[in-house]
Protein backbone atom coordinates (compact mmCIF):
# COMPACT_ATOMS: atom_id res chain seq x y z
CA UNK A 1 0.00 0.00 0.00
CA UNK A 2 1.21 3.49 -0.82
CA UNK A 3 0.63 5.83 2.16
CA UNK A 4 -0.40 9.25 1.60
CA UNK A 5 2.66 10.34 3.12
CA UNK A 6 4.58 9.47 0.23
CA UNK A 7 2.63 10.35 -2.15
CA UNK A 8 2.62 13.74 -0.33
CA UNK A 9 6.66 13.23 -1.02
CA UNK A 10 5.98 12.47 -4.88
CA UNK A 11 3.80 16.03 -4.99
CA UNK A 12 6.54 17.59 -3.23
CA UNK A 13 9.11 16.32 -5.47
CA UNK A 14 6.92 17.57 -8.67
CA UNK A 15 6.54 20.68 -7.36
CA UNK A 16 10.46 21.59 -6.51
CA UNK A 17 11.16 21.43 -10.18
CA UNK A 18 8.69 23.31 -11.75
CA UNK A 19 11.02 26.31 -12.44
CA UNK A 20 12.75 23.63 -14.53
CA UNK A 21 9.68 22.86 -16.79
CA UNK A 22 8.64 24.87 -19.81
CA UNK A 23 5.16 25.45 -20.64
CA UNK A 24 4.97 22.20 -23.23
CA UNK A 25 6.20 19.95 -20.58
CA UNK A 26 3.54 21.57 -18.27
CA UNK A 27 1.01 21.20 -20.70
CA UNK A 28 1.93 17.33 -21.62
CA UNK A 29 1.26 16.66 -17.82
CA UNK A 30 -2.20 18.02 -17.83
CA UNK A 31 -3.00 15.99 -21.12
CA UNK A 32 -1.03 12.81 -19.53
CA UNK A 33 -3.20 13.60 -16.74
CA UNK A 34 -6.50 13.36 -18.38
CA UNK A 35 -4.93 10.20 -20.19
CA UNK A 36 -5.13 8.38 -16.88
CA UNK A 37 -8.80 9.83 -16.34
CA UNK A 38 -9.91 8.38 -19.42
CA UNK A 39 -8.02 5.02 -18.08
CA UNK A 40 -9.33 5.23 -15.26
CA UNK A 41 -12.94 5.73 -16.36
CA UNK A 42 -12.88 2.97 -18.70
CA UNK A 43 -11.49 0.33 -16.51
CA UNK A 44 -14.15 0.98 -14.16
CA UNK A 45 -16.80 0.49 -16.34
CA UNK A 46 -15.44 -2.44 -17.54
CA UNK A 47 -15.10 -3.82 -14.53
CA UNK A 48 -18.27 -2.86 -13.44
CA UNK A 49 -20.63 -2.87 -16.36
CA UNK A 50 -21.75 -6.43 -17.94
CA UNK A 51 -19.28 -7.18 -20.52
CA UNK A 52 -21.03 -9.12 -23.30
CA UNK A 53 -24.90 -9.80 -23.45
CA UNK A 54 -25.54 -13.52 -25.29
CA UNK A 55 -29.03 -13.89 -24.96
CA UNK A 56 -30.00 -14.89 -28.80
CA UNK A 57 -29.42 -18.15 -29.77
CA UNK A 58 -29.86 -18.86 -33.74
CA UNK A 59 -32.06 -21.33 -34.88
CA UNK A 60 -31.75 -20.42 -38.07
CA UNK A 61 -28.52 -20.01 -39.92
CA UNK A 62 -28.38 -19.31 -43.59
CA UNK A 63 -25.19 -18.84 -45.46
CA UNK A 64 -22.73 -19.57 -42.28
CA UNK A 65 -24.87 -16.34 -40.53
CA UNK A 66 -27.54 -16.30 -37.61
CA UNK A 67 -30.16 -14.47 -40.24
CA UNK A 68 -33.70 -15.08 -41.26
CA UNK A 69 -33.72 -16.12 -44.85
CA UNK A 70 -36.38 -13.30 -45.73
CA UNK A 71 -36.47 -14.04 -49.34
CA UNK A 72 -38.18 -17.48 -48.47
CA UNK A 73 -40.47 -15.94 -45.28
CA UNK A 74 -41.32 -13.74 -48.50
CA UNK A 75 -42.09 -16.28 -51.17
CA UNK A 76 -44.53 -18.21 -48.66
CA UNK A 77 -46.09 -15.16 -48.04
CA UNK A 78 -46.93 -14.87 -52.06
CA UNK A 79 -48.43 -17.83 -51.90
CA UNK A 80 -50.58 -17.72 -49.05
CA UNK A 81 -52.01 -14.24 -50.71
CA UNK A 82 -53.20 -16.39 -53.84
CA UNK A 83 -54.49 -19.12 -52.13
CA UNK A 84 -58.31 -19.03 -51.13
CA UNK A 85 -58.08 -19.19 -47.33
CA UNK A 86 -54.45 -16.90 -46.37
CA UNK A 87 -52.90 -17.87 -43.35
CA UNK A 88 -49.60 -16.63 -42.09
CA UNK A 89 -47.78 -18.19 -39.36
CA UNK A 90 -45.51 -16.33 -37.07
CA UNK A 91 -42.22 -16.76 -36.54
CA UNK A 92 -41.71 -17.43 -33.34
CA UNK A 93 -38.13 -17.74 -31.56
CA UNK A 94 -38.64 -19.85 -28.11
CA UNK A 95 -35.40 -20.41 -25.84
CA UNK A 96 -35.66 -22.23 -22.49
CA UNK A 97 -31.98 -21.65 -21.31
CA UNK A 98 -30.98 -21.59 -18.26
CA UNK A 99 -29.16 -18.49 -16.47
CA UNK A 100 -26.45 -20.00 -15.84
CA UNK A 101 -25.95 -21.28 -19.66
CA UNK A 102 -26.26 -17.64 -20.55
CA UNK A 103 -23.66 -16.53 -18.42
CA UNK A 104 -21.06 -19.72 -19.39
CA UNK A 105 -21.77 -18.57 -23.08
CA UNK A 106 -20.99 -14.83 -22.32
CA UNK A 107 -17.93 -15.48 -20.74
CA UNK A 108 -16.76 -18.11 -23.78
CA UNK A 109 -18.04 -15.29 -26.38
CA UNK A 110 -16.04 -12.70 -24.76
CA UNK A 111 -12.89 -14.51 -24.81
CA UNK A 112 -12.93 -15.90 -27.79
CA UNK A 113 -15.16 -13.82 -30.20
CA UNK A 114 -14.44 -10.34 -28.67
CA UNK A 115 -11.52 -8.44 -30.42
CA UNK A 116 -8.57 -8.01 -27.95
CA UNK A 117 -8.18 -4.01 -28.42
CA UNK A 118 -11.67 -3.97 -27.07
CA UNK A 119 -11.13 -6.35 -24.09
CA UNK A 120 -7.77 -4.05 -23.26
CA UNK A 121 -8.28 -0.80 -24.40
CA UNK A 122 -8.54 0.77 -20.69
CA UNK A 123 -5.09 -1.07 -20.15
CA UNK A 124 -3.43 0.37 -23.33
CA UNK A 125 -4.13 3.56 -22.31
CA UNK A 126 -3.03 3.23 -18.82
CA UNK A 127 0.53 1.70 -20.80
CA UNK A 128 0.69 5.05 -22.39
CA UNK A 129 0.34 7.48 -20.09
CA UNK A 130 2.65 5.58 -17.96
CA UNK A 131 5.58 5.47 -20.82
CA UNK A 132 4.84 9.14 -21.31
CA UNK A 133 5.31 10.33 -18.00
CA UNK A 134 7.84 8.01 -16.77
CA UNK A 135 9.54 9.35 -20.25
CA UNK A 136 8.76 13.00 -18.77
CA UNK A 137 10.17 12.63 -15.77
CA UNK A 138 12.73 10.57 -15.54
CA UNK A 139 15.43 12.92 -16.14
CA UNK A 140 14.13 14.14 -12.91
CA UNK A 141 15.20 11.10 -11.21
CA UNK A 142 18.10 9.69 -13.28
CA UNK A 143 20.61 9.42 -10.71
CA UNK A 144 23.54 11.52 -12.92
CA UNK A 145 21.06 14.30 -13.60
CA UNK A 146 18.71 14.17 -10.73
CA UNK A 147 21.49 15.13 -8.72
CA UNK A 148 22.46 18.17 -10.74
CA UNK A 149 18.94 19.52 -11.13
CA UNK A 150 18.06 19.56 -7.04
CA UNK A 151 21.49 21.01 -6.57
CA UNK A 152 20.74 23.91 -8.82
CA UNK A 153 16.82 24.17 -7.90
CA UNK A 154 18.28 24.55 -3.99
CA UNK A 155 21.15 27.30 -5.23
CA UNK A 156 18.77 29.18 -7.48
CA UNK A 157 15.95 29.37 -4.71
CA UNK A 158 18.27 30.61 -2.42
CA UNK A 159 19.86 33.23 -5.09
CA UNK A 160 16.32 34.33 -5.51
CA UNK A 161 15.82 34.94 -1.82
CA UNK A 162 19.23 36.23 -0.40
CA UNK A 163 19.02 39.91 0.55
CA UNK A 164 22.09 40.32 -1.64
CA UNK A 165 20.23 39.80 -5.11
CA UNK A 166 18.24 42.65 -4.03
CA UNK A 167 20.78 44.85 -2.23
CA UNK A 168 22.86 44.33 -6.23
CA UNK A 169 20.15 45.32 -8.26
CA UNK A 170 19.51 48.34 -6.26
CA UNK A 171 22.67 49.27 -6.54
CA UNK A 172 23.06 48.75 -10.24
CA UNK A 173 19.99 51.20 -10.50
CA UNK A 174 20.96 53.63 -7.76
CA UNK A 175 24.53 53.93 -9.95
CA UNK A 176 23.08 54.58 -12.96
CA UNK A 177 20.89 57.06 -11.98
CA UNK A 178 23.80 59.07 -10.16
CA UNK A 179 25.71 58.84 -13.33
CA UNK A 180 25.80 62.42 -14.90
CA UNK A 181 28.53 61.98 -17.16
CA UNK A 182 29.39 58.76 -18.87
CA UNK A 183 32.04 57.41 -18.32
CA UNK A 184 33.85 53.99 -18.70
CA UNK A 185 34.11 50.54 -16.72
CA UNK A 186 36.90 50.20 -14.19
CA UNK A 187 40.27 49.79 -15.42
CA UNK A 188 43.63 49.00 -13.84
CA UNK A 189 46.21 51.90 -15.15
CA UNK A 190 47.94 50.81 -17.63
CA UNK A 191 48.21 53.80 -20.15
CA UNK A 192 51.51 54.83 -22.43
CA UNK A 193 52.91 58.18 -21.93
CA UNK A 194 51.49 59.07 -25.50
CA UNK A 195 48.46 59.27 -24.59
CA UNK A 196 48.74 61.46 -20.62
CA UNK A 197 47.55 64.74 -22.49
CA UNK A 198 44.17 62.97 -23.04
CA UNK A 199 44.28 61.44 -19.36
CA UNK A 200 44.74 64.80 -17.96
CA UNK A 201 41.05 66.32 -19.70
CA UNK A 202 39.57 63.15 -18.08
CA UNK A 203 40.80 63.07 -14.95
CA UNK A 204 38.73 66.09 -13.12
CA UNK A 205 35.62 64.88 -14.17
CA UNK A 206 36.03 61.46 -13.67
CA UNK A 207 37.19 62.10 -9.96
CA UNK A 208 34.25 63.78 -8.98
CA UNK A 209 31.92 61.49 -10.61
CA UNK A 210 33.48 58.44 -9.21
CA UNK A 211 33.13 59.37 -6.01
CA UNK A 212 30.14 60.12 -6.13
CA UNK A 213 29.14 56.40 -7.28
CA UNK A 214 31.30 54.81 -4.40
CA UNK A 215 29.42 57.06 -1.52
CA UNK A 216 26.04 56.51 -2.63
CA UNK A 217 26.97 52.60 -3.29
CA UNK A 218 28.37 52.48 0.19
CA UNK A 219 25.21 54.10 1.91
CA UNK A 220 23.14 51.84 -0.15
CA UNK A 221 24.47 48.69 0.58
CA UNK A 222 26.50 49.06 4.12
CA UNK A 223 24.38 50.26 6.05
CA UNK A 224 21.72 47.75 5.36
CA UNK A 225 23.41 44.35 5.16
CA UNK A 226 24.38 42.69 8.58
CA UNK A 227 26.81 39.90 9.05
CA UNK A 228 24.50 37.09 8.50
CA UNK A 229 23.57 38.24 5.27
CA UNK A 230 26.91 38.86 4.07
CA UNK A 231 27.75 35.31 5.17
CA UNK A 232 25.21 33.31 3.60
CA UNK A 233 25.46 35.79 0.34
CA UNK A 234 29.41 34.16 0.49
CA UNK A 235 28.42 30.57 1.02
CA UNK A 236 26.13 30.97 -2.53
CA UNK A 237 29.09 32.40 -4.15
CA UNK A 238 30.99 29.72 -3.15
CA UNK A 239 28.11 26.92 -3.87
CA UNK A 240 27.59 28.60 -8.06
CA UNK A 241 31.58 28.10 -8.35
CA UNK A 242 31.60 24.66 -7.11
CA UNK A 243 28.48 23.75 -8.97
CA UNK A 244 29.20 25.64 -12.60
CA UNK A 245 32.80 23.55 -12.44
CA UNK A 246 31.03 20.05 -11.93
CA UNK A 247 28.10 20.91 -14.41
CA UNK A 248 29.53 22.93 -17.17
CA UNK A 249 32.21 19.50 -18.01
CA UNK A 250 29.38 17.74 -19.39
CA UNK A 251 26.34 17.86 -21.15
CA UNK A 252 24.26 14.54 -19.29
CA UNK A 253 21.18 16.54 -18.51
CA UNK A 254 21.27 18.09 -22.00
CA UNK A 255 21.42 14.25 -23.70
CA UNK A 256 18.85 12.53 -21.58
CA UNK A 257 16.28 15.18 -21.99
CA UNK A 258 16.42 15.24 -26.22
CA UNK A 259 15.98 11.29 -25.65
CA UNK A 260 13.13 11.14 -23.73
CA UNK A 261 12.13 13.69 -26.18
CA UNK A 262 12.52 11.50 -29.25
CA UNK A 263 11.07 7.96 -27.06
CA UNK A 264 7.67 9.96 -26.66
CA UNK A 265 7.72 10.80 -30.53
CA UNK A 266 8.36 7.39 -31.36
CA UNK A 267 5.18 6.22 -29.20
CA UNK A 268 2.74 9.12 -30.56
CA UNK A 269 3.73 7.79 -34.26
CA UNK A 270 3.03 4.07 -33.01
CA UNK A 271 0.13 4.85 -30.94
CA UNK A 272 -1.10 6.85 -33.98
CA UNK A 273 -0.49 3.87 -36.70
CA UNK A 274 -2.19 1.00 -34.65
CA UNK A 275 -5.12 2.91 -32.48
CA UNK A 276 -7.32 4.56 -35.37
CA UNK A 277 -6.94 1.09 -37.17
CA UNK A 278 -7.85 -1.19 -34.33
CA UNK A 279 -10.37 1.56 -32.99
CA UNK A 280 -13.13 0.13 -36.13
CA UNK A 281 -12.94 -3.56 -34.29
CA UNK A 282 -15.00 -2.25 -31.35
CA UNK A 283 -18.48 -2.92 -32.24
CA UNK A 284 -21.45 -3.77 -31.04
CA UNK A 285 -22.76 -6.74 -32.21
CA UNK A 286 -20.91 -9.98 -32.51
CA UNK A 287 -21.54 -13.11 -33.96
CA UNK A 288 -20.09 -15.72 -31.57
CA UNK A 289 -20.33 -19.80 -32.50
CA UNK A 290 -19.80 -21.66 -29.66
CA UNK A 291 -20.16 -25.69 -30.41
CA UNK A 292 -22.48 -26.71 -27.11
CA UNK A 293 -25.42 -28.28 -29.20
CA UNK A 294 -25.50 -31.25 -26.83
CA UNK A 295 -26.05 -28.78 -24.01
CA UNK A 296 -28.16 -26.23 -25.42
CA UNK A 297 -28.79 -26.85 -28.51
CA UNK A 298 -27.48 -23.88 -30.02
CA UNK A 299 -24.40 -23.62 -31.91
CA UNK A 300 -24.57 -19.67 -32.86
CA UNK A 301 -25.46 -16.79 -30.39
CA UNK A 302 -25.73 -13.14 -31.07
CA UNK A 303 -24.17 -11.15 -28.65
CA UNK A 304 -24.15 -7.39 -27.79
CA UNK A 305 -21.36 -5.50 -26.25
CA UNK A 306 -22.78 -2.82 -24.18
CA UNK A 307 -19.82 -1.41 -23.67
CA UNK A 308 -18.58 -0.71 -27.74
CA UNK A 309 -20.05 2.62 -28.27
CA UNK A 310 -18.42 4.77 -24.76
CA UNK A 311 -15.36 2.57 -25.50
CA UNK A 312 -15.24 4.51 -29.17
CA UNK A 313 -16.08 8.13 -27.69
CA UNK A 314 -13.29 7.53 -25.33
CA UNK A 315 -11.01 5.95 -28.05
CA UNK A 316 -11.85 8.58 -30.25
CA UNK A 317 -10.93 11.24 -27.34
CA UNK A 318 -7.51 9.53 -26.32
CA UNK A 319 -6.65 10.08 -29.77
CA UNK A 320 -7.06 13.81 -29.69
CA UNK A 321 -5.27 13.71 -26.93
CA UNK A 322 -2.78 11.71 -28.34
CA UNK A 323 -2.38 14.35 -31.58
CA UNK A 324 -2.33 17.01 -28.96
CA UNK A 325 0.91 15.67 -27.41
CA UNK A 326 2.44 14.29 -29.88
CA UNK A 327 1.95 17.74 -31.35
CA UNK A 328 3.68 20.01 -28.29
CA UNK A 329 6.44 16.48 -28.57
CA UNK A 330 7.34 17.58 -31.41
CA UNK A 331 7.07 21.41 -30.82
CA UNK A 332 10.22 20.72 -28.33
CA UNK A 333 12.25 18.39 -30.54
CA UNK A 334 12.28 21.03 -33.01
CA UNK A 335 12.79 23.67 -30.15
CA UNK A 336 16.46 21.32 -29.07
CA UNK A 337 17.64 21.05 -32.77
CA UNK A 338 16.65 24.53 -33.58
CA UNK A 339 18.28 26.12 -30.24
CA UNK A 340 21.83 26.22 -29.38
CA UNK A 341 20.81 25.05 -25.53
CA UNK A 342 24.86 24.09 -25.14
CA UNK A 343 25.55 28.00 -24.66
CA UNK A 344 23.75 30.36 -22.59
CA UNK A 345 25.03 34.31 -23.15
CA UNK A 346 24.59 37.29 -20.44
CA UNK A 347 25.12 40.04 -23.33
CA UNK A 348 22.03 41.76 -22.61
CA UNK A 349 22.12 41.50 -19.20
CA UNK A 350 25.80 42.72 -19.22
CA UNK A 351 25.06 45.28 -20.89
CA UNK A 352 21.65 46.49 -18.99
CA UNK A 353 23.33 46.12 -15.58
CA UNK A 354 26.57 46.93 -14.00
CA UNK A 355 28.02 43.77 -13.99
CA UNK A 356 29.65 43.65 -16.88
CA UNK A 357 31.99 40.90 -16.07
CA UNK A 358 29.07 38.04 -16.20
CA UNK A 359 30.79 35.12 -17.94
CA UNK A 360 28.73 32.87 -20.39
CA UNK A 361 27.88 29.35 -19.61
CA UNK A 362 27.85 26.21 -21.54
CA UNK A 363 26.61 22.42 -21.48
CA UNK A 364 24.10 21.35 -19.00
CA UNK A 365 24.96 24.98 -16.88
CA UNK A 366 23.35 26.60 -20.07
CA UNK A 367 21.00 24.12 -20.98
CA UNK A 368 18.90 24.60 -17.52
CA UNK A 369 19.29 28.41 -17.44
CA UNK A 370 17.41 28.10 -20.52
CA UNK A 371 15.01 25.60 -19.17
CA UNK A 372 14.71 28.41 -16.47
CA UNK A 373 13.96 31.44 -18.95
CA UNK A 374 11.13 29.48 -20.04
CA UNK A 375 9.74 29.48 -16.70
CA UNK A 376 10.64 33.12 -15.44
CA UNK A 377 13.58 34.78 -17.24
CA UNK A 378 13.74 36.74 -13.71
CA UNK A 379 15.56 33.70 -12.44
CA UNK A 380 18.41 33.85 -14.72
CA UNK A 381 19.17 37.32 -14.09
CA UNK A 382 19.31 36.84 -10.18
CA UNK A 383 20.79 33.54 -10.73
CA UNK A 384 23.82 36.15 -12.41
CA UNK A 385 24.44 38.32 -10.04
CA UNK A 386 26.45 35.21 -7.85
CA UNK A 387 28.13 34.86 -11.41
CA UNK A 388 30.03 37.91 -11.57
CA UNK A 389 33.26 38.67 -10.14
CA UNK A 390 32.66 42.31 -9.02
CA UNK A 391 29.57 41.50 -7.21
CA UNK A 392 31.16 39.07 -5.19
CA UNK A 393 33.94 42.00 -4.91
CA UNK A 394 31.70 43.89 -3.87
CA UNK A 395 29.77 41.93 -1.12
CA UNK A 396 34.10 41.23 0.40
CA UNK A 397 33.89 44.87 0.55
CA UNK A 398 31.00 45.10 2.62
CA UNK A 399 31.69 42.16 4.75
CA UNK A 400 35.46 43.98 5.13
CA UNK A 401 33.56 47.60 6.07
CA UNK A 402 30.76 45.39 8.64
CA UNK A 403 34.33 43.78 10.29
CA UNK A 404 36.18 47.49 10.42
CA UNK A 405 34.66 49.92 11.51
CA UNK A 406 36.08 53.32 12.12
CA UNK A 407 36.72 52.58 15.67
CA UNK A 408 38.40 49.56 14.89
CA UNK A 409 40.59 51.35 12.31
CA UNK A 410 41.58 53.74 14.68
CA UNK A 411 42.25 51.50 16.93
CA UNK A 412 45.28 50.52 14.42
CA UNK A 413 46.48 54.25 14.27
CA UNK A 414 49.89 54.49 15.52
CA UNK A 415 53.05 56.78 15.60
CA UNK A 416 55.86 54.75 14.26
CA UNK A 417 59.47 55.13 14.68
CA UNK A 418 59.73 58.50 12.35
CA UNK A 419 56.99 59.86 14.37
CA UNK A 420 54.54 59.37 11.79
CA UNK A 421 51.06 58.66 12.16
CA UNK A 422 50.94 55.38 10.64
CA UNK A 423 47.92 52.49 9.70
CA UNK A 424 49.27 48.49 9.09
CA UNK A 425 46.86 46.70 7.44
CA UNK A 426 48.12 42.83 7.82
CA UNK A 427 46.09 39.91 6.08
CA UNK A 428 43.10 41.48 4.78
CA UNK A 429 40.67 40.30 1.98
CA UNK A 430 40.39 44.05 0.68
CA UNK A 431 41.01 47.67 1.82
CA UNK A 432 38.24 49.21 3.84
CA UNK A 433 36.45 52.18 2.92
CA UNK A 434 36.61 53.75 6.43
CA UNK A 435 40.51 54.30 6.00
CA UNK A 436 40.13 56.98 3.50
CA UNK A 437 37.83 58.69 6.62
CA UNK A 438 41.13 58.93 8.27
CA UNK A 439 42.78 61.60 7.08
CA UNK A 440 45.65 61.94 9.76
CA UNK A 441 47.35 59.21 8.01
CA UNK A 442 50.71 59.67 7.05
CA UNK A 443 51.96 56.26 6.12
CA UNK A 444 50.18 53.70 4.73
CA UNK A 445 51.06 49.75 5.32
CA UNK A 446 49.42 47.15 3.30
CA UNK A 447 50.95 43.92 3.86
CA UNK A 448 49.75 40.64 2.46
CA UNK A 449 46.79 41.77 1.05
CA UNK A 450 45.66 39.91 -2.36
CA UNK A 451 44.42 42.84 -4.12
CA UNK A 452 43.89 45.94 -3.11
CA UNK A 453 42.07 49.09 -5.10
CA UNK A 454 42.76 52.61 -4.33
CA UNK A 455 39.78 54.04 -5.20
CA UNK A 456 39.29 58.30 -6.05
CA UNK A 457 38.15 58.26 -1.84
CA UNK A 458 42.01 58.57 -1.56
CA UNK A 459 42.36 61.98 -2.47
CA UNK A 460 40.29 62.55 1.53
CA UNK A 461 43.90 60.87 2.92
CA UNK A 462 45.26 64.62 2.62
CA UNK A 463 48.04 64.24 5.15
CA UNK A 464 49.37 60.59 3.24
CA UNK A 465 53.19 61.16 1.88
CA UNK A 466 54.20 57.55 2.36
CA UNK A 467 53.28 54.28 0.68
CA UNK A 468 54.14 50.63 1.53
CA UNK A 469 53.17 47.88 0.04
CA UNK A 470 54.52 44.19 0.99
CA UNK A 471 53.63 41.58 -0.78
CA UNK A 472 50.18 42.51 -2.18
CA UNK A 473 48.68 43.53 -5.48
CA UNK A 474 47.82 47.13 -6.18
CA UNK A 475 45.11 48.49 -8.57
CA UNK A 476 44.96 52.28 -9.14
CA UNK A 477 42.49 54.00 -10.61
CA UNK A 478 42.74 57.01 -12.09
CA UNK A 479 41.96 59.78 -9.93
CA UNK A 480 43.64 57.84 -6.98
CA UNK A 481 46.95 57.85 -9.27
CA UNK A 482 46.41 61.64 -9.86
CA UNK A 483 46.13 61.83 -6.09
CA UNK A 484 49.61 59.86 -5.76
CA UNK A 485 51.05 62.18 -8.23
CA UNK A 486 50.97 65.13 -6.32
CA UNK A 487 51.31 64.20 -2.62
CA UNK A 488 53.56 60.66 -2.70
CA UNK A 489 56.94 61.24 -1.49
CA UNK A 490 58.36 57.30 -0.28
CA UNK A 491 56.79 54.12 -2.04
CA UNK A 492 58.19 50.87 -0.79
CA UNK A 493 57.45 47.43 -2.56
CA UNK A 494 58.43 44.47 -1.16
CA UNK A 495 57.77 40.60 -3.19
CA UNK A 496 59.02 37.39 -3.65
CA UNK A 497 57.42 36.64 -6.45
CA UNK A 498 59.06 37.75 -9.90
CA UNK A 499 57.52 39.94 -11.80
CA UNK A 500 57.85 43.93 -13.62
CA UNK A 501 57.55 47.24 -11.58
CA UNK A 502 54.16 48.23 -11.58
CA UNK A 503 53.70 51.09 -14.42
CA UNK A 504 51.88 53.64 -12.25
CA UNK A 505 55.04 53.79 -10.00
CA UNK A 506 56.54 55.80 -13.49
CA UNK A 507 53.84 58.63 -12.85
CA UNK A 508 54.75 59.51 -9.62
CA UNK A 509 56.35 62.86 -10.35
CA UNK A 510 57.10 64.20 -6.93
CA UNK A 511 58.64 60.57 -5.55
CA UNK A 512 61.69 61.11 -3.92
CA UNK A 513 62.61 57.66 -2.38
CA UNK A 514 62.26 54.18 -3.92
CA UNK A 515 62.36 50.57 -2.20
CA UNK A 516 62.70 47.47 -4.07
CA UNK A 517 62.57 44.28 -2.64
CA UNK A 518 62.34 41.09 -4.08
CA UNK A 519 63.08 39.85 -7.71
CA UNK A 520 61.93 42.49 -10.57
CA UNK A 521 62.88 41.72 -14.46
CA UNK A 522 63.60 44.12 -16.63
CA UNK A 523 60.62 44.77 -19.94
CA UNK A 524 61.97 43.51 -23.27
CA UNK A 525 61.36 47.09 -24.97
CA UNK A 526 62.55 49.65 -22.29
CA UNK A 527 65.99 48.21 -21.28
CA UNK A 528 66.38 48.35 -18.00
CA UNK A 529 63.27 50.82 -17.44
CA UNK A 530 65.05 53.67 -18.41
CA UNK A 531 62.62 55.44 -19.94
CA UNK A 532 60.26 54.77 -17.03
CA UNK A 533 62.90 56.12 -14.44
CA UNK A 534 63.73 59.44 -16.11
CA UNK A 535 59.97 60.04 -16.05
CA UNK A 536 60.48 60.43 -11.87
CA UNK A 537 62.32 63.75 -12.28
CA UNK A 538 62.50 64.26 -8.14
CA UNK A 539 63.39 61.19 -7.69
CA UNK A 540 66.55 61.23 -4.90
CA UNK A 541 66.99 57.62 -3.99
CA UNK A 542 66.33 54.07 -4.85
CA UNK A 543 67.21 51.25 -2.24
CA UNK A 544 67.58 48.07 -4.04
CA UNK A 545 67.59 45.02 -2.05
CA UNK A 546 68.10 40.76 -2.99
CA UNK A 547 68.18 40.49 -6.65
CA UNK A 548 67.15 42.60 -9.34
CA UNK A 549 67.50 40.94 -12.76
Known amino acids: MITLTELRCLADAQASFHILKP??????????????????????????????????????????????????????INESFTSATPEIHPLQIQNYLHRQQYSYIDAVCYERELHWFAKFFPYLVLLHTFIFAACSNFWLYYP????????????LHKCFDSPWTTRALSETVAEQSVRTVPCSKSKTFLPSPSNMTELESKRQSMSYSQTGLETAGRESTSNVLDRREGEQAKSIFEKVKRFRVHVEQKDVIYRVYLKQIVIKVIVFILIMIYVPYYLTFINLEIDCVVDIRSFTGYKRYQCVYSL?????????????????????????????????????????????SNYSDIPDVRNDFAFILHLADQYDPLYSKRFSIFLSEVSENKLKQISLNNEWSLERLKSKLVRNSQDKMELHLFML???????????????????????????????????LKELNIYHSTLIVEYPALHFLEDNLKILRLKSVDMGKIPRWV????????????????????????????????????????????
Open 506 to 549: FYLKNLQELYLTGCYVPEPQNGFYSEGFQDLANLKAIHLKNSLS
Open 429 to 463: SGLPDDVFELTEIEVLTLELIPEVKLPPSLSQLSS
Open 23 to 76: WWDVFCYYLTMIMLLVAVLAGALQLTQTRLLCCLPCKLEFDNHCAVPWHLIKSN
Open 144 to 155: STSSRLEHFVAI
Open 308 to 352: AEIFKVLASFYVVLVILYGLTCTYSFLWMLRSSLKQYSFEKLREQ
